[in-house]
């Protein structure tokens, strides 16, 4: 499967983040700390390969997955593992942080 970051929407959220692990981004294309954060992620998703999936969810298209979990300021990342939310970064994270944070 080709690795990269996958747009998510809030019908395929919760069968996306079942199994396994997954990094979340809450981001809006109007955001100057969002726009940051995605070349960031695009290293996070070739570094961890398939070790985990890398995810954004556009909060103004897909409202119903941010209000879910309680996202209140962009970018907020959470990771999930198994359906789980495991942690949670608000704010611009560098790669390192996050490769370290999925493991």
């Known amino acids: 499967m080709a690795q990269g970051?996958?747009?998510?929407?809030?019908?395929e959220f919760a069968s996306t983040v079942r199994q396994g692990t997954v990094l979340v981004d809450f981001w809006a294309?109007?955001?100057?700390?969002?726009r940051m954060q995605g070349p960031i992620l695009?290293?996070?998703?070739?570094?961890v390969g398939p070790?985990?999936?890398i995810a954004k969810v556009n909060v103004d298209e897909n409202p119903e997955s941010a209000h879910r979990f309680g996202v209140r300021s962009i970018p907020t990342l959470i990771l999930f593992k198994?359906?789980?939310?495991?942690?949670?970064?608000?704010?611009?994270?560098?790669?390192?942080?996050?490769?370290?944070?999925?493991?």
């Open 5 to 11: 970051v996958k747009d998510l929407q809030d019908s």
């Open 42 to 47: 695009e290293q996070v998703a070739a570094e």
């Open 29 to 34: 294309p109007w955001c100057g700390p969002c």
């Open 51 to 53: 070790k985990a999936t």
């Open 82 to 103: 198994d359906g789980r939310a495991v942690r949670q970064f608000v704010g611009v994270q560098d790669k390192r942080t996050l490769v370290g944070a999925i493991g």
